[in-house]
């Protein structure tokens, strides 16, 4: 998918400015390809923690008394739709970022562990694996997205760069350390839905015109 | 002691006042199944089911808290959503925030508090129907389908990205019972082709978010098909084509195989089978040259002797339900005849007679006698005795090897050659184009002996290939004999009588043209021809060897057969004889050829000349060929 973003920049980048049919019909197929990502990263999640829930905790009463905090619950995020929608493209643009960096390191982290756990059979192991590349192509799809709307003009470039390290260290909290590998599940299940959904609001804002 | 009492009575009464005062009063059962949904992620709606409620009245609450918080609310609004349900507002609405609900009924009597139950509001998305479904038939007359139409649930956003829908499509014919689900993705139209001319369709639409649970289906539109006429005109015309392609291959098979279709469906008539009468006699209308040769000129008989006229009858016998040949003309013999064999019938054509062999040991020694005074000499007697020896160790061995190539057993063995050359007039009649066995017949040869070694009597048999002579002997169960009797002839004995009824005997070949049965025509070159003496006794024949100077007179006067050679020994039980026509078609045939086949069924091709054969043979030739066996008809071939 990445590549085909990459391709599509570039036949963006061709055209001028003033054909604005081409601008945007590239954005729209940028942000298709980008939520179609996000929605295959959401699913592979998704089974993944119904897989732990089903193998390692049986006991459902576990899944109210997880008294965790998401390591990622300092980053503001819209939790309505409206709220989601008064919030300014940038900012939005801005938490799907973060959301994304945050949890490349965790995602890595929980994959080795679960390589080495028996238990885990290999179909979910290559899942962890996939999911935690996932993240990382992820943030790379929505970091071109941004570059591509900044060159529009669609937002402006007061956003920070969020690719720097300044930013990824800004971010990085050993938190998620101290979280249990369900917890972990459950947080990034939640998380990777709130990144399709930011990058749907997103889309329709911006390219309303294709399936919204 | 006392005071304890008291204290316990008491303690009683408070409870039994306590009991009667609430009757049947108690604290409320816990509520369970707490539900809850949400139609657009925006609100959400829990229900629960109520447990007793003790017989007061109860009041049920709604308390749920925040993740993350240990802060308890209490449910906004218990009305919005009906009984025993709880509505969350917008306001107090948060995505992605786990909820921990727990429902309290209270009642005067107690309060019961149900289990906790979490729900994050993403997950428990469940949209309302479609709106506004609507069903098209097009205007296309000869190619009508549907197009359905609907717009989302006015409660979801989707515009805006919230929600994103998929949709599913059902229809079924109104007076049917299986629907057809039709998936259309996240579009809002669809087609429905290969509808039922004049039906009447339901039409359903629902739909479902990503992460969530499926709507409702819309209430049914309704929609008439008109009715239609699908003009596939090229299927008419590819099928037309191909059934012409068809037609036009099988008429050309059934022309490729006319004849035998012919053959199977209209089985050619056997001809005519009457000894005497001449086919071409009768075709061309003489009708005192056709009955001329059923006439027997010395009939009724005048000498009293009777084994004469036994000459020109030969019954054989074939073991269990195989039948003889009988002259058909010679009722008269038959009846002479049955007088000494009385299990006979009079059915002619159809030897019936149960004499097992026709030659016995009784008659053994009768036969040697007049044999031995008949015998004109054609060879010496050291010859014949040097033959019969031959003959003999012959026949054994050709019994031995059939007994044991044949793997017959003693008892029932049956004469598989009398079957095969005697067998019902059918199996011959047929016409020579309908030879069922063509390769079989081809198998026989010319082949002469197994009686008679090479060495012993090298005059007297044509030499057919090695192979075929081999051959002959495996399969020459001709030889075996049917021991079923007391066995008067042993094969030995068989082969003496043989010896003694003549001279050179070439006994027992068979030919067995379009025999079933694997037979190989043996035609050992007669040298000498006998005629049947008389019959002794039941089961047996006397034979006596014709001098070539008695044939000549008496083919001259006969023109039936008369005379026939033994064409083969059966074990004990038999002997062939072979009319003396038939054995001139044999010579006639020899090498063997497929034509030959097609004549009478007995015809090895003998490779000697024919010499001396009378003009009635060409009668003969026909009722040969019409395959009539004659086996009473004895006559002799002039010796070489």
């Not at chain 1, 997205?145 to 909290?173: C, F, H, T, W």
């Not at chain 2, 209490?74 to 429902?103: H, L, M, Q, R």
């Amino acid at each position: 998918a990445l590549c085909s973003r990459l391709s599509s920049i570039r036949a963006a980048s061709s055209c001028t400015n003033g054909q604005t049919g081409c601008h945007f019909l590239s954005l729209a197929n940028l942000f298709d390809r980008v939520i179609q990502h996000s929605a295959r990263m959401h699913g592979i999640s998704n089974d993944l923690h119904s897989e732990f829930e089903l193998y390692f905790l049986p006991s459902k009463n576990q899944i109210g008394r997880v008294s965790r905090n998401c390591h990622t619950s300092t980053i503001l995020t819209p939790n309505g739709k409206e709220n989601a929608q008064r919030i300014a493209r940038e900012e939005l643009t801005e938490v799907i970022l973060k959301l994304l960096v945050a949890w490349r390191e965790p995602l890595w982290h929980f994959h080795q562990n679960m390589a080495q756990h028996r238990e885990f059979n290999n179909f979910s192991s290559n899942k962890s694996l996939e999911m935690s590349e996932m993240v990382h192509e992820l943030r790379r799809g929505v970091q071109k997205v941004v570059e591509k709307m900044q060159m529009l003009g669609v937002i402006n470039s007061s956003l920070g760069n969020l690719g720097s390290p300044e930013a990824l260290l800004a971010s990085d909290r050993a938190e998620w350390r101290l979280m249990n590998d369900y917890d972990l599940l459950y947080c990034f299940r939640r998380d990777s839905n709130k990144i399709q959904n930011y990058l749907k609001i997103l889309k329709c804002r911006i390219v309303p015109e294709h399936g919204c | 002691m006392k005071k304890v009492g008291e204290v316990v009575l008491l303690w009683l009464l408070i409870l039994f006042i306590q009991n009667a005062a609430g009757e049947g009063y108690s604290p409320p059962g816990k509520p369970t199944n707490i539900s809850c949904r949400s139609p657009e992620k925006e609100t959400f709606t829990c229900w629960w089911k109520p447990g007793s409620d003790g017989g007061l009245p109860t009041t049920y609450a709604l308390y749920y808290r925040k993740e993350g918080s240990q802060r308890v609310f209490e449910c906004p609004d218990y009305k919005t959503a009906g009984k025993n349900s709880c509505f969350f507002s917008k306001n107090v609405t948060f995505v992605w925030v786990n909820y921990n609900i727990t429902v309290v009924a209270t009642n005067s009597r107690g309060r019961a508090f149900s289990d906790p139950v979490d729900i994050d509001v993403v997950y428990i998305v469940k949209p309302n129907p479609p709106e506004e479904v609507v069903v098209n038939v097009t205007e296309d007359k000869d190619w009508p389908f549907l197009q359905v139409s609907w717009k989302p649930p006015k409660m979801a956003d989707t515009r805006s990205g919230w929600i994103t829908l998929f949709y599913e499509v059902r229809l079924k014919l109104e007076n049917k019972n299986k629907w057809e689900e039709v998936s259309a993705g996240q579009r809002k139209t669809l087609q429905i082709y290969s509808l039922r001319s004049g039906g009447t369709y339901e039409v359903q639409v629902r739909c479902k978010p990503d992460h969530g649970f499926w709507s409702e289906w819309s209430p049914s539109s309704r929609v008439k098909v008109p009715e239609y006429f699908p003009q596939e005109r090229s299927m008419w015309i590819l099928i037309v084509v191909f059934a012409a392609f068809i037609l036009v291959i099988f008429i050309w098979m059934v022309y490729m195989n006319f004849h035998s279709v012919k053959r199977y469906l209209l089985p050619p008539v056997p001809g005519p089978k009457i000894k005497g009468i001449d086919k071409q006699l009768l075709k061309s209308g003489k009708s005192e040259d056709i009955f001329s040769s059923l006439v027997v000129s010395d009939f009724p008989p005048t000498t009293s002797n009777y084994e004469d006229f036994l000459v020109q009858y030969l019954e054989v016998y074939v073991p269990e339900e195989r039948e003889l040949i009988m002259d058909e003309g010679k009722d008269l013999q038959d009846d002479s005849f049955k007088t000494e064999n009385s299990t006979c019938d009079n059915d002619s054509g159809r030897g019936s007679c149960d004499s097992h062999t026709l030659l016995t040991d009784k008659g053994g020694g009768d036969k040697e006698d007049g044999q031995q005074s008949d015998q004109e000499g054609s060879q010496a007697e050291a010859d014949t005795k040097s033959q019969e020896e031959a003959l003999e160790e012959e026949l054994l061995a050709c019994s031995h090897e059939n007994l044991q190539s044949s793997n017959i057993s003693n008892e029932k063995e049956k004469v598989k050659s009398w079957p095969s050359l005697f067998s019902p007039l059918p199996q011959y009649s047929l016409s020579p184009v309908n030879r069922p066995n063509p390769p079989k017949t081809g198998q026989q040869h010319c082949l002469s002996d197994s009686l008679f070694t090479p060495n012993s009597m090298p005059s007297y048999f044509t030499q057919p290939g090695p192979s075929t002579r081999k051959g002959f002997r495996s399969n020459y169960w001709e030889c075996s004999f049917d021991h079923k009797q007391s066995h008067p002839l042993h094969p030995q004995s068989a082969a003496h009588e043989h010896l003694q009824a003549q001279n050179d005997l070439n006994t027992a070949h068979v030919d067995y043209m379009g025999a079933p049965l694997d037979v190989h025509v043996l035609n050992v070159r007669p040298s000498e021809y006998v005629e049947v003496q008389r019959v002794s006794v039941e089961d047996g024949v006397l034979l006596h060897p014709i001098s070539p100077s008695q044939e000549d007179s008496r083919t001259l006067s006969h023109q039936t057969e008369d005379y026939s050679r033994v064409r083969m020994v059966n074990n004990d039980n038999g002997l062939l004889l072979l009319q003396r026509d038939a054995i001139e078609e044999e010579k006639s045939m020899c090498p063997y050829q497929e034509d030959v086949v097609s004549r009478a069924s007995i015809t090895p091709t003998l490779q000697n000349s024919v010499t001396g054969i009378n003009t009635a043979l060409p009668i003969l030739d026909e009722m040969a060929a019409s395959g009539y066996i004659d086996t009473a008809t004895m006559f002799g071939l002039p010796t070489h």
